[in-house]
């Protein structure tokens, strides 16, 4: 069974397919792994509010928090426009087995969740807080895994939210920067 729509290539498609079944829950995955699984889908986002805003507070850090709103709201563009010209199913839509946490069987590119917490991390580091980052980055790879675990996201899912956190944490942070040279002026 193969999936239609963002991935033109054959091999990338294929390459994606089997990635996401040998990541994903087995039928036979204990209820522990599933449990966890599930969890994890949620919990690291939590988490990594709460270490940005403890970071930023303690440290009254205001620039990558600037930086980070903008990041985010590019990234909310992005993954709009995403939805709207290049939809590709969710694996449990596309007929590769169920979803372990209930969702929407709308459009899998990029994730939102893994998204939001890359962005931040990628932010943190562009401002070389890096323990901060390194966290952050590892709080997004459990999300990940989890989301595709779960069945609910493709790795290309994945690679596409690396891509756009990267892109919008560059683009907040420049916007950061000429905001504050402008007021400097």
Wanted: net charge positive; charged share 15%; glycine share 4%.
């Amino acid at each position: 069974m193969t999936t239609t729509g963002l991935y033109p290539l054959p091999a990338l498609e294929n390459w994606n397919i089997r990635l996401f079944e040998s990541l994903r829950a087995a039928p036979d995955a204990s209820h522990l792994c599933v449990y966890l699984g599930k969890l994890m889908t949620e919990l690291p986002i939590y988490l990594a509010i709460a270490l940005l805003m403890v970071v930023i507070v303690r440290k009254r850090d205001w620039q990558p928090a600037i930086a980070i709103a903008i990041a985010l709201t590019c990234t909310r563009l992005i993954e709009s426009i995403v939805k709207l010209y290049a939809y590709h199913p969710r694996p449990f839509a596309a007929g590769f087995g169920p979803a372990l946490v209930e969702h929407a069987a709308n459009n899998s590119m990029p994730s939102s969740h893994a998204t939001f917490i890359w962005t931040i991390a990628v932010s943190m580091a562009l401002y070389r807080r890096w323990k901060t980052a390194g966290v952050l980055a590892a709080c997004g790879a459990i999300v990940a895994w989890a989301r595709i675990y779960t069945g609910l996201h493709w790795p290309m899912d994945m690679a596409g939210s690396i891509v756009v956190s990267a892109l919008c944490a560059l683009l907040g942070m420049l916007a950061q920067q000429s905001i504050r040279r402008r007021r400097a002026i």
